[in-house]
């Protein structure tokens, strides 16, 4: 947690509230609602949310309140947890895991407009959302886009929960109203609401238009989609969104997440759609654990949050070129993310929002049963449109699906594959296989190349392997602390990190903290993500020594001749200088050999 954040959350909420939290916020409990830990030893396992594996690396230890992940490094207690996956400030996962307990908070003072630009676009954009709704229920021309909504088959109560609005035909009808409350309009124009033209004129992003608000996770304002409603329709884009701020990067968002993400755990599998009425339609008819990709093809950063809640992904896009386009188009991602992702496919001219208005929801669901896998319905697209009647069209299709193929880490669903390539373009599969390989097969790195060697296998050296054990020592029988804070000078660590891990426990240690508010302040206090990384690890360590005592002391021992050594290497050096600006060069053996026996 950065400093600035906890000068400001010191002045609102004490040191016992957080303790509370923290204590009432079982760690194993908060991390099952995201994977699903399994008991080993003391220790619980499960399969990493930050980051793709199948083997299971990420440790969590309910006693001492602890996470870490030995294959992407992510660790850090239950806070550090929260906000890595929901990515929440740290005030914010404070509110977040009280909220969850059921512990009331004070009240956080409205955001002011020295507090920073994100809060302020924050703030902007709960003006605008409160604007828009009332432009769509209290506003003369409101009636407009209520009928446009209604006439999209919405109740006033679908309405309602989206919190849709409607942006009038005036050019400057929101910009006048930021006006009268004292928001300065380059501020709205850097939250993406309106643009200034280049004789300086402010207006409206968004004009004549039904307003869809974008919601981040925790459910705060981030962004906004626009669908003209308008005559001359062809002449204006259909769709617009805000532009990407400070904020809002559309890439790294799925709309309706803020609502869907209990029904998407409690369901085990999500349906990602692409606009906004095919999500808010489903929704409508009972199907809540849904997401919109906001018109793009899925990215990376939302595959990895969708990981989060499930591993079961049902794409839903529409039926005509550019749907299947869509799905197409992220493959090596989709196969690279470890997620298990079928593709439902609508009728040609259908979308989710025209099919669940046409058949209703008993069919869709029906349907659902009929999805195909990814790779599958891969296959099928690309064979169907480079062909295989010739050889030529059936090697510029294999071009296209065996660098697909070579993403599918399963080599028995591999294999499937491959025999359904076979089959339908009339290729023995071990032609294929071979093929496959061939054109996978990674060159050799001769023995002593530097590529040889593996990032974290290498042992540190002497010096920082002791610092590291000194640690451990300090974690294990914490009356070492007391020990080491007498025995031992901080600056005489070599490795920066392993420093700042001594001084945060020797902090905490001084104020009175132990067990778990020593941890958890020396957590707070680091500012690196690598060093919390490292205490993690080393809370998470379970040795044993057979003497304490004797490993204690040999690590003081280590770490303070390197203090000597500096010593040393300074003395020496003001020896070597006197006997240079005095020139006495025949004494600076004597003086040298004086020096090194007084030291010995």
Not at 492 to 513: S, V, Y
Not at 572 to 583: C, F, G, K, P, W
Request: positive net charge; charged residues 25%; glycine residues 6%.
């Amino acid at each position: 947690m950065g400093m600035a954040w906890r000068r400001v959350l010191t002045r609102v909420i004490e040191d016992r509230l957080l303790d509370e939290i923290r204590q009432r916020s079982n760690i194993v409990e908060i991390i099952s609602g995201y994977v699903t830990p399994q008991p080993s030893g003391r220790n619980y396992k499960a399969l990493c949310p930050f980051h793709s594996e199948k083997t299971p690396s990420l440790i969590i230890n309910p006693e001492r309140e602890i996470f870490h992940c030995f294959g992407c490094g992510a660790g850090g207690n239950v806070f550090n947890f929260i906000m890595k996956i929901e990515r929440l400030s740290f005030p914010e996962t404070v509110k977040f895991l009280a909220e969850k307990q059921g512990i009331k908070l004070p009240q956080f003072s409205p955001p002011r407009v020295d507090e920073g630009k994100r809060e302020r676009f924050y703030t902007i954009n709960q003006l605008a959302v409160d604007f828009f709704k009332r432009q769509l229920w209290s506003s003369p021309g409101g009636e407009k886009g209520r009928a446009y909504l209604q006439g999209r088959g919405l109740t006033t109560d679908t309405i309602k929960l989206f919190q849709l609005g409607y942006a009038g035909e005036g050019w400057d009808n929101f910009t006048k109203h930021i006006t009268r409350q004292g928001i300065p309009l380059e501020m709205a124009v850097g939250a993406g609401l309106i643009n200034k033209s280049d004789g300086d004129r402010y207006y409206d992003l968004f004009r004549n238009r039904v307003i869809f608000p974008i919601s981040d996770i925790t459910g705060r304002f981030i962004g906004f989609g626009g669908r003209w409603i308008g005559d001359a329709e062809a002449k204006y884009p259909k769709y617009i969104n805000s532009p990407e701020t400070l904020i809002y990067k559309k890439s790294n968002n799925l709309y309706g997440l803020n609502l869907a993400r209990e029904a998407i755990r409690k369901e085990g599998h999500v349906f990602v759609v692409e606009g906004y009425f095919d999500l808010i339609t489903l929704v409508q008819n009972s199907i809540s654990n849904v997401v919109a990709s906001l018109g793009t093809a899925l990215t990376q950063e939302q595959l990895k949050i969708l990981r989060r809640y499930t591993n079961n992904v049902i794409l839903v896009f529409d039926g005509d070129t550019a749907g299947r386009a869509a799905i197409v188009k992220k493959a090596e991602s989709i196969l690279e993310s470890n997620l298990w992702v079928k593709v439902l496919p609508l009728p040609s001219g259908d979308d989710p929002d025209s099919f669940m208005r046409r058949y209703g929801q008993e069919t869709f669901l029906a349907e659902k049963d009929k999805a195909l896998p990814y790779m599958e319905y891969l296959i099928n697209i690309i064979l169907e449109e480079k062909g295989y009647s010739s050889l030529e069209r059936k090697l510029g299709s294999l071009d296209t699906l065996l660098p697909l193929l070579s993403k599918v880490t399963n080599q028995v669903e591999q294999m499937a594959y491959l025999s359904c390539i076979a089959d339908k373009i009339k290729i023995p599969p071990t032609t294929l296989l071979a093929e496959l390989k061939k054109r996978t097969l990674k060159p050799q790195v001769a023995k002593g190349s530097q590529n040889n060697i593996v990032s974290g296998t290498l042992k540190p050296d002497k010096q920082v392997y002791a610092e590291q054990e000194l640690i451990l020592l300090a974690l294990k029988d914490e009356e070492m602390l007391s020990r080491i804070h007498q025995a031992l000078c901080p600056d005489n660590f070599k490795d920066p990190d392993m420093r700042e891990i001594i001084l945060a426990l020797l902090k905490g240690f001084q104020e009175g903290h132990r067990k778990q508010k020593l941890w958890n302040n020396a957590m707070e206090a680091l500012l690196l993500e690598r060093q919390k990384s490292l205490l993690s690890q080393f809370l998470i360590d379970d040795r044993e020594y057979d003497d304490k005592e004797k490993a204690l002391e040999d690590c003081l021992k280590i770490i303070n001749q390197r203090g000597l050594s500096r010593a040393n290497a300074t003395v020496l050096e003001n020896v070597y200088r006197e006997a240079i600006l005095s020139e006495q060069y025949d004494k600076y053996d004597e003086l040298q050999r004086k020096y090194i026996e007084h030291f010995r």
